[in-house]
């Protein structure tokens, strides 16, 4: 894969280093990152953060530093689609256990591993912030909430078809 | 009915929008305050008694007022919209909802500060609530309220969102400012603190999205008559996040003189506990508060009706009270584990500590290890000591608060339900498959399905 972001998206990488104070371009890291992230692979890889720390003229380990203490950042490949199911008290108080054994039956993989055609990773995340609407999870840009078995496999579903539609 | 300030018009149809907030009332506030001066501002605030609704309840004025001025140099107004907080979800609410309520309180907040240039510090995951909050940092533009020379008022304003990406240290206003600054969110050493040297080693003002909102009807209805809503300290309204066994999860506002018997029975709020259960126990205010079993929850150690407020929350101190925290609600009822609940915390912050510190580090991990082991069946009666004495080694030994709030919820959970634990000691196997039940904590209410 190319690890280049589009001219697009280098105009909106200098959009963002505006919002900062001159010399501060350091803060646009975490929106670069995620941006990078989204563009390359769903993960962020030792070259991809290079190139990063090279857009923003930082030290490379600036860049490594931030992106492994971030639960949001993967610095290991990961499916198309990510789980991330939280499993923090209020969540489990409304049966994320459940969920959680459900999703490993039905993709046949255990919590942090990928299913074999690459489609699906399952992870746990603490709190989310949706405790009210629980169980739950996050799938990229959104929140899956009020999950029951049925409403997996719906997303499950959804995915195959878009993953389907998308090759 | 109790008041309603910040959700009065949350259910008004596309409210969302600048045009239906306008219309409905909205920067009207902002109109008025650009019509007073930055101190007149400030003094409103003072005079509403509003405390800080991050969870430290600290007074906004009286904060507001420790920001130093040094000629010359930028200060900064930063919204702390990090919420990560077990058992909290009411910033969101308020973004994703009305996200004007805030962009306006920002802007009174930002002149009342001299702040030109606002950042909203939200957390990474919720991608989508930062994207209604630019669609409406871009209309609130668009309308000449941010940008140069405001209303004609010589003010200058600009505001920013910042997304984090995933780290409750983050919600730690020097932390925040950390990652502000595109590093890794290991809080600061205090003092300075940010009203001296925050942002960039600018002073700087960090505030809850639900304070800086509540800066609105302040300014509206005035400061005085903010006042007179609520009891004593706590005045104004509150949003409190309920989540667990009730009926109805969700966001409710609250004007701190209703008791917690009405909050969790009355069906204008929780409406009872789910399943016609009895209730056990009650996190009141955000996983990091003390645990109360119904009975004190309910009534304090006095016997005395306990009310969702600041004080009455704590009355009885930790011994036989809790804390308002940051509203977050979570409601046990008689067939949850209270050791397998405390352990979810303790692994919670165990995986959030930033590490800098090695009583946090290193204690957080002895208590999600002893407490796995308590919650597996492998505990020992002296495992219960050691945890003890594992959180009190941790308490008020770190650089920041992460630290008691990990310590705090296993003493708590301790103190209360001591026999639970030694019924997960004493039963390895049972307490697999079973949880122990109500006991004596029994919920003092008649409960009719
Ligand atoms: C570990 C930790 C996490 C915190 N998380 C949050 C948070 O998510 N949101 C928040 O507003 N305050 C949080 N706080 C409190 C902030 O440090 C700070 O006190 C607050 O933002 C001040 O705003 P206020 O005075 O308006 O409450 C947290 C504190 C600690 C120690
Ligand atoms: S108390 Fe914990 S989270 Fe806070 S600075 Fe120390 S190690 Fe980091
Ligand atoms: S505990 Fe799962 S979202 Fe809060």
Request: hydrophobic share 35%.
């Given at each position: 894969?190319?690890?280049?972001?589009?001219?697009?998206?280098l105009?909106?990488?200098d959009?963002?280093?505006e919002?900062y104070p001159?010399g501060?371009?350091?803060s646009?890291?975490?929106?670069?990152?995620h941006?990078?992230?989204?563009?390359?692979?769903?993960?962020?890889?030792?070259p991809?953060?290079?190139?990063?720390a090279?857009?923003?003229?930082?030290?490379?380990?600036?860049v490594?530093?931030?992106?492994?203490f971030?639960?949001?950042?993967h610095?290991?490949?990961?499916?198309?689609?990510?789980f991330?199911?939280?499993h923090?008290?209020?969540?489990?108080?409304?049966g994320?256990?459940?969920?959680?054994?459900?999703i490993?039956?039905?993709?046949?993989?255990d919590?942090?591993?990928?299913?074999?055609?690459?489609?699906?990773?399952?992870?746990t995340?603490?709190?989310?912030?949706a405790c009210?609407?629980?169980?739950?999870?996050?799938?990229?840009?959104h929140?899956?909430?009020?999950?029951?078995?049925?409403r997996?496999?719906?997303?499950i579903?959804?995915?195959?078809?878009?993953?389907?539609m998308?090759? | 009915?109790?008041?309603?300030?910040?959700l009065?018009?949350a259910?008004?149809?596309?409210i969302k929008?600048?045009e239906?907030?306008?219309r409905?009332?909205?920067?009207?506030?902002?109109?008025?305050?650009?019509?007073?001066?930055?101190?007149e501002?400030t003094e409103?605030?003072?005079?509403?008694g509003?405390?800080?609704?991050?969870?430290?309840g600290f007074?906004?004025g009286?904060?507001?007022?420790?920001?130093?001025?040094?000629?010359g140099?930028?200060?900064?107004?930063?919204?702390?919209?990090?919420e990560?907080?077990p058992?909290?979800?009411k910033?969101?609410y308020?973004?994703e909802?009305?996200p004007?309520?805030?962009?306006?309180?920002?802007?009174?907040?930002?002149?009342?500060l001299?702040?030109?240039r606002?950042?909203?510090y939200?957390?990474?995951?919720?991608?989508?609530?930062?994207?209604?909050?630019?669609?409406?940092?871009g209309?609130?533009r668009?309308?000449?309220?941010?940008?140069?020379?405001?209303?004609?008022?010589?003010?200058?304003?600009e505001?920013?969102?910042?997304?984090?990406?995933?780290?409750y240290?983050c919600?730690?206003?020097?932390?925040?400012l950390?990652?502000l600054?595109?590093?890794?969110?290991?809080?600061?050493i205090k003092?300075p603190?940010?009203?001296?040297?925050?942002?960039?080693?600018?002073p700087?003002?960090?505030?809850n999205?639900?304070?800086?909102?509540?800066?609105?009807?302040?300014?509206?209805i005035?400061?005085?008559?903010?006042?007179?809503?609520?009891?004593?300290?706590?005045?104004?309204?509150?949003l409190i996040s309920?989540?667990?066994?009730?009926?109805?999860?969700?966001?409710y506002?609250i004007?701190?003189?209703?008791?917690v018997?009405?909050f969790i029975?009355s069906?204008?709020?929780?409406?009872?506990?789910?399943?016609?259960?009895?209730l056990?126990?009650?996190?009141?205010?955000?996983?990091?508060?003390?645990i109360?079993?119904?009975?004190l929850?309910?009534k304090?150690a006095?016997?005395?009706?306990?009310?969702?407020n600041?004080?009455?929350?704590?009355?009885?101190?930790?011994a036989?009270?809790?804390m308002?925290?940051?509203?977050?609600f979570?409601?046990?009822?008689e067939?949850?584990?209270?050791?397998k609940?405390?352990?979810?915390?303790?692994r919670?912050?165990?995986?959030?500590?930033c590490?800098?510190?090695?009583?946090?580090?290193e204690?957080?991990?002895?208590?999600?290890?002893?407490?796995?082991?308590m919650?597996?069946?492998?505990?020992?009666?002296s495992?219960?000591?050691?945890?003890?004495?594992?959180?009190?080694?941790?308490?008020g030994n770190?650089?920041?608060?992460?630290?008691?709030?990990?310590?705090?919820?296993?003493?708590?959970?301790?103190?209360?339900?001591?026999?639970?634990?030694?019924w997960?000691v004493?039963n390895?196997e049972?307490c697999?498959?079973?949880?122990y039940?109500?006991?004596?904590?029994a919920d003092?209410?008649?409960?009719?399905?």
């Amino acid at each position: 894969m190319k690890v280049e972001f589009t001219a697009e998206q280098l105009k909106e990488i200098d959009k963002v280093i505006e919002r900062y104070p001159e010399g501060r371009q350091k803060s646009a890291l975490l929106h670069v990152l995620h941006m990078a992230q989204d563009s390359f692979g769903g993960w962020l890889s030792v070259p991809v953060m290079d190139y990063v720390a090279s857009l923003l003229k930082l030290e490379p380990v600036e860049v490594y530093e931030v992106a492994s203490f971030y639960s949001m950042y993967h610095i290991k490949p990961v499916g198309k689609y990510v789980f991330e199911v939280c499993h923090t008290g209020p969540c489990m108080i409304n049966g994320c256990d459940n969920i959680i054994n459900y999703i490993k039956q039905k993709l046949n993989i255990d919590v942090g591993e990928t299913t074999e055609d690459g489609l699906f990773t399952l992870k746990t995340v603490e709190c989310l912030g949706a405790c009210g609407y629980a169980p739950m999870m996050q799938l990229g840009d959104h929140y899956k909430e009020h999950l029951t078995p049925q409403r997996v496999d719906e997303i499950i579903e959804t995915c195959r078809k878009e993953a389907a539609m998308a090759s | 009915m109790s008041v309603k300030l910040l959700l009065e018009k949350a259910h008004v149809e596309g409210i969302k929008s600048y045009e239906v907030y306008r219309r409905e009332g909205g920067y009207r506030a902002a109109e008025k305050a650009f019509k007073l001066t930055p101190a007149e501002i400030t003094e409103e605030v003072k005079k509403s008694g509003l405390r800080g609704r991050g969870g430290a309840g600290f007074p906004t004025g009286l904060k507001w007022s420790f920001l130093a001025k040094p000629e010359g140099v930028p200060r900064y107004l930063v919204c702390n919209a990090d919420e990560s907080e077990p058992g909290t979800f009411k910033d969101r609410y308020l973004m994703e909802f009305i996200p004007h309520i805030l962009i306006e309180g920002m802007i009174i907040s930002s002149f009342a500060l001299g702040s030109n240039r606002s950042y909203i510090y939200i957390r990474g995951e919720y991608a989508w609530v930062a994207d209604i909050l630019e669609t409406a940092i871009g209309e609130a533009r668009a309308n000449g309220w941010l940008g140069k020379n405001i209303q004609n008022s010589g003010f200058d304003c600009e505001m920013y969102v910042h997304r984090g990406a995933g780290a409750y240290i983050c919600g730690e206003e020097t932390a925040l400012l950390e990652s502000l600054e595109g590093k890794r969110g290991n809080p600061r050493i205090k003092p300075p603190f940010p009203a001296v040297k925050g942002l960039y080693g600018c002073p700087t003002v960090v505030n809850n999205v639900e304070t800086l909102a509540a800066v609105v009807p302040i300014i509206n209805i005035t400061g005085e008559e903010y006042a007179k809503i609520g009891v004593g300290r706590s005045t104004g309204t509150k949003l409190i996040s309920a989540c667990g066994n009730i009926k109805k999860p969700g966001i409710y506002e609250i004007d701190m003189t209703i008791s917690v018997e009405e909050f969790i029975y009355s069906d204008e709020y929780c409406g009872g506990i789910a399943n016609g259960k009895r209730l056990k126990a009650c996190i009141p205010g955000g996983s990091s508060v003390p645990i109360l079993p119904a009975n004190l929850l309910l009534k304090t150690a006095k016997g005395e009706t306990r009310y969702m407020n600041y004080e009455s929350l704590s009355d009885g101190g930790f011994a036989t009270g809790s804390m308002m925290g940051s509203g977050g609600f979570i409601v046990l009822d008689e067939d949850q584990c209270v050791v397998k609940h405390t352990y979810t915390l303790s692994r919670f912050y165990w995986h959030e500590s930033c590490g800098q510190c090695s009583p946090c580090r290193e204690g957080t991990g002895w208590l999600e290890k002893i407490m796995r082991n308590m919650e597996n069946g492998k505990g020992t009666m002296s495992d219960i000591d050691l945890l003890w004495d594992v959180q009190r080694r941790i308490e008020g030994n770190t650089i920041c608060p992460l630290g008691d709030a990990a310590a705090w919820p296993v003493a708590a959970a301790i103190r209360h339900f001591r026999d639970e634990f030694e019924w997960h000691v004493l039963n390895p196997e049972k307490c697999l498959t079973e949880n122990y039940g109500l006991a004596h904590y029994a919920d003092p209410i008649q409960v009719t399905t």
